[in-house]
């Protein structure tokens, strides 16, 4: 078995499936197995002699210049990495007057003869790369106008390294393009986590803050890799208990951890805390005393943390407390907490998933109409986050319309990196291609040519603050993310938020030459399916611009039948509106909702006619009848059929391809990615079956030819019951 | 540095912790930094060349014969162990005409010239391990009855080998005493663990049954090293869910994991699960429509899980359903699951731990006023499950009454592994001493030699059914149990359930030697204080027979004032009774409850008088002046004040003998033992200010010379609130 890994630390057979497995093990007991904790910081042996013999001699004679905790940390990585890839023990100097292999220094500490004219401009996080030949000699340089700044030079070397890339001649310069990359933790303090399906929160709060759990660390060298600079650590929808100095202490812990990585600490602030940690009867945003019990309770953590980052808010819904409780707006609230942290050099992020009192408002438009109007009345250390699009997360939804119509205000980009409506932790699903296709939409405002991704770099409104947010996929499981795969979107979601335009073929390639091997067998292989991967949930699940179709609460699996629940907008009928007529929602100006009007004139027009909407977004915008022809002159019954069949065998397709790459993965991630692919096969059929079944009562059409006929009846999909889906809500349980 | 580990496979390094680590650090970049998740089986390489020598010539030519599910198991341990520990890939053959350095086969397989004629008996459980010479040649025979009993036989041949054992002439013949060596999770299906403080469980059951963690192999891989040979995988305040055929599914995949490692898999029974699964409206089990349906669920649970253990049941107590909610007894209902089970070959193990509804009772009386009459009763496929003590796993209980008191019922015994009342998973409690303090505790009944151990194994009684439980405590950390200390319990606990009467010395030195190192160094300065670590917590919590005296609820840190529950017996003041007069629980017959007549009557005499009583049991079973006398002529108070500072100074002198090892251990788990250390030396510091404290308010008596003076007064420890402290039961939350 040709296995490019090495030598075992633990046992990896299972005898229960038999002797086949068994004489497979004969032969592979030196195969390294592989648990997954390492992620793409693996630095596993270079077994290329040539690439060895380079990488070594530019290791031969090292200088790092300076001496702080973030210097540090960086000397420990780089010596942690040349250590394994190389098998030396490097010897780092921090003296000047030598000449040596590797450099690195920042700009004002380079030694005279280090030339970087003519290398791009570089902002504070900022890093340069590259070769220099000094007197018949060749030099590697990594520099930066700070220690951060070479940190990130420092790991985005040793991922070169990693992926065997030749170093010869190598010019780099990288800067982020976005000030604010962070990590969203919806963690509750009983560690339990909403919308987590990677085992509980790595946030071990009874032990802290004595006990500094080595994950703690690996989490600020994960994330420093790929240049995340932030994490809210608690849960939107906040408990007012992290706020009080027995948490303020635990959390500085961690804020004392993650520091020399260059990782600020946020957290969410509950609304009512004044009231609920007994200190005020009124949380009312524009009550004196209110603004003051901020004021000292912004001092009280700032003491404790001076760069502690700020504070995370969703306000006004879903239950969660906020200043229209006292007759107040989003703009009353958000700028009472920024003048309390502002001067410590605080942020606050104001969520705008809002729910509208209207239960009959479209869902689309509720956020649109609540915040568009208060353009330009935040206070300028305030950012307005925005989840990607207008519903929630969906596999597929047109970019979130507030983005280009709030040129006044800082936007800040949510993401979710946390699979709530794509599967779980079970599914392999590359999502920087999702978030690559939002950042990538043209808003046509303010100009013709804009994007989103421009408005959140605020290369449009050139606005101080921002930011982009992930909500995070961590747990406590060994693998850090449930599936293998997952530590995919963790990985690519920090490179697009330090660079939207970074090439997704890049991110994937990167990811799979780190995670798994360089073997380009290996990477050429399975580089199409990751990227194709994004698209077969929105084939299985909802196609052709459904959408919100799961089952309720727990969101795991298909419920399009879902139609009694606390507020219309929750149901799923109300987002596919399935009758005899016909299937969508109509949000056009003439006949629906209007919404494509919270969208600017040329894409309104575009949206107003299915005749000129993307076909992937029909549904999103129209509701047309089962016999509607689409381009390729077939129904849009048996469209619709067609793709659920598409995405389907798409993942058998992919499930295949994994696993004629066994040669080249150790046994234990082997093993579990076959046994997730497996699953995400059988739930993609159940998908299609559930829908499809559903959807005919209302067509009364025959399937589609290419469609597999269920071998199950609604009934039965209907009967299936979940109570103990992971990461639902406490209080939905 | 002496490092006696090896290369390193993660970064190590705590940049926070300054340039001093920074420094260590570069001096030992080698060391093998460890995460604890390989337990008392990581196999490491052995640098003693003689040893090596040795076992390389044994592992030259190896035959291990037969061919089973559980011999592939054997064969794959077998191999990652010499692979490991030798750094040589073994060829193993099975034909048997050869002459092999090492053989391992079944009597029945044995060559002729093998001879095992003069050693001791084994059962089918029992393996030898013999060296012979054969025409000049030294060869190891491993052999047993059973397939079970080779695997034994060979977790134990690599343990005598991680240890580092001379196998020259060497003769074990080993064959456990319990027939049922089971671990007890009190695990809820939404992957909470009651009494867990190791993170979430590790039964992932929204994967299961097509997800196969890795954790659960080598969870029964460890659990086979040391003999266990059952488990239930559910909490005893038990979800009638489990039994539906959803779940059943999913606990088959478990069982089919853990049948080649001889691990049974048993459930617990919720009484009431006819009426709450829909199909009834009572649970009568006097009810034939009842009684159908066991049978009826036992046959659904059988046809899946041919070999499954049977029901563990907690019924009429703490909130749990039971016989008597329908006017039965306990009888009524083990015998009705008994007989559901019977024909398949499964057992019942009925709980004892239930509560008097006279809450006047003496708490340590109720369950043996309850059971005793019962003695007899119980169909012959039930035992009567016991905790250690009459109360509920404190530091210190006397042995529980009903030990020797039901001469015709099958006790089994229930220990805690899990550190309920022990400091959490930050506290160093070396349990396996309590255990067998238990264990080897005389019941004079039936005889005057009689032993607690003699009872549960069934030598007293001639009974075809014993048992050992250990409520266990693993969960989801990386470590396994939290706290890599932790790991020594479950270790000690499978050793003495093998033979109650394994020395605790052995047990200490194989894991301390397994876990860390050979080096006599490190096994000479620790093995002492892992020894005394047991008695420690019983000095800083419940010194001279106290008990009882935790904060309500989650059981975390002290709460003597705790005085208003739901029932008197659930607070810390209806045990202490501290008043003016004195301090204990009167239990003798003449002042008192009585309950020493619970004992045999030459116990009750020794208990009934203060002067005869143990002083470790003193106020356990006596109310006694503050000014009483004790042996050493000081008064109780004062005595009092001195035992909790002996606790506390105890502790103080275990962190600093751990720090003289720093050399001997690898800087993670190094770490990692040194902040629970001084988490668990601050914690024995709380406990003895807020117990003494409190005391002071009775006694009004100066606190002794010898104790230090605490630094805050009581109010400060009564003001102490813990709202997510881990493992407590979420319907308490």
Chains 1, 2 share one sequence.
């Not at 940690?277 to 009312?284: N, Q, R």
């Not at 229209?324 to 502002?342: E, F, I, S, T």
């Not at 019954?637 to 995405?647: A, S």
């Amino acid at each position: 078995m040709n296995n490019p890994v090495h030598k075992s630390n633990k046992a990896i057979f299972r005898p229960f499936q038999g002797l086949l497995l068994f004489l497979l093990l004969l032969s592979s007991l030196h195969a390294y197995s592989e648990n997954g904790y390492d992620l793409w910081l693996r630095y596993s042996l270079i077994e290329n002699e040539a690439i060895r013999t380079q990488y070594t001699q530019f290791s031969s004679k090292i200088r790092v210049a300076g001496n702080s905790p973030t210097i540090n940390a960086l000397k420990s990585e780089l010596m942690t990495g040349l250590n394994k890839m190389l098998d030396i023990t490097p010897q780092i100097s921090s003296v000047s007057t030598e000449s040596y292999a590797l450099i690195i220094a920042t700009i004002s500490n380079l030694p005279d003869n280090a030339d970087i004219t003519g290398m791009p401009e570089i902002n504070d996080e900022g890093y340069i790369i590259m070769t220099q030949n000094v007197n018949g000699n060749e030099r590697l340089i990594v520099t930066a106008r700070t220690d951060i700044g070479l940190l990130y030079g420092t790991f985005n070397l040793l991922q070169l390294m990693q992926q065997q890339r030749d170093l010869q001649n190598i010019e780099v310069a990288s800067s982020p393009r976005i000030n604010l990359r962070l990590l969203n933790h919806w963690d509750n303090l009983d560690r339990t986590v909403e919308r987590g399906y990677a085992g509980a929160s790595i946030w071990n709060w009874q032990k802290l803050p004595e006990y500094i759990d080595q994950r703690y660390i690996d989490y600020a060298r994960a994330n420093a890799s790929i240049g995340i600079n932030g994490t809210v650590v608690t849960n939107v929808n906040a408990n007012a208990l992290i706020l009080t100095p027995q948490y303020v202490d635990k959390v500085k812990a961690l804020a004392d951890v993650f520091r020399p990585y260059g990782i600020k600490v946020y957290l969410t602030a509950r609304f009512s805390a004044p009231v609920e940690l007994g200190d005020l009867d009124t949380a009312d945003p524009l009550d004196p005393a209110v603004q003051e019990w901020w004021n000292v309770k912004a001092n009280e953590i700032y003491n404790q943390i001076p760069d502690f980052g700020g504070f995370l808010v969703k306000a006004n819904s879903e239950g969660q407390p906020g200043p229209q409780n006292y007759g107040r707006n989003h703009v009353d609230g958000a700028n009472m907490l920024a003048a309390a942290v502002k001067p410590h050099g605080g942020i606050v992020m104001w969520r705008a998933f809002v729910y509208s009192p209207d239960e009959g408002a479209d869902r689309a438009s509720q956020a649109s109409k609540e915040f568009v109007p208060y353009d330009g009345q935040f206070a300028e250390n305030v950012l307005v986050q925005v989840k990607n699009g207008p519903i929630d997360f969906q596999p597929r939804e047109p970019f979130h319309p507030m983005f280009g119509a709030m040129p006044k205000t800082p936007l800040m980009m949510e993401f979710q990196i946390t699979q709530e409506y794509l599967g779980f932790s079970t599914h392999l699903v590359f999502l920087p291609k999702l978030f690559q296709e939002v950042l990538h939409s043209r808003t046509y405002q303010p100009n013709r040519n804009t994007r989103v991704a421009d408005i959140i770099a605020g290369t449009e409104g050139n606005q101080a603050l921002t930011g982009m947010a992930g909500v995070a996929n961590i747990g406590s499981d060994i693998n850090w993310t449930g599936h293998i795969f997952g530590q995919a979107n963790w990985f690519g979601f920090g490179k697009l938020a330090w660079d939207p335009d970074y090439s997704l073929e890049q991110i994937a390639e990167e990811w799979l030459k780190m995670t798994f091997t360089p073997d380009p067998e290996f990477v050429n292989s399975f580089l199409p399916e990751l990227l194709e991967s994004r698209e077969m949930p929105v084939s299985y699940m909802t196609p052709l611009g459904l959408h919100h179709m799961m089952d309720a609460g727990h969101h795991y699996g298909p419920g399009p039948w879902i139609s009694n629940m606390s507020r219309p907008d929750w149901t799923s009928v109300y987002y596919h509106k399935a009758d005899k007529s016909g299937i969508g929602f109509d949000r056009t100006t003439t006949t629906g909702s209007g919404a494509v009007n919270d969208y600017a004139p040329e894409l309104a027009k575009l949206f107003n006619d299915p005749a000129t909407t993307p076909e992937e977004l029909l549904l999103w915008f129209h509701h047309l009848p089962w016999t509607y022809k689409l381009k390729n002159g077939r129904t849009l019954w048996d469209n619709l059929g067609m793709k659920y069949q598409e995405g389907v065998d798409e993942v058998g397709q992919m499930l295949e391809t994994w696993k004629s790459l066994r040669p080249y993965v150790d046994e234990e991630r082997y093993e579990e990615i076959l046994m997730h692919l497996n699953i995400q096969f059988k739930e993609a059929k159940w998908w299609k079956n559930a829908c499809m079944l559903y959807f005919q009562e209302f067509s009364e059409m025959p399937f589609p030819p290419e469609m597999t006929v269920p071998d199950k009846d609604l009934s039965y999909y209907k009967s299936l019951k979940f109570p103990y889906a992971p990461g639902i809500r406490p209080s939905w349980d």
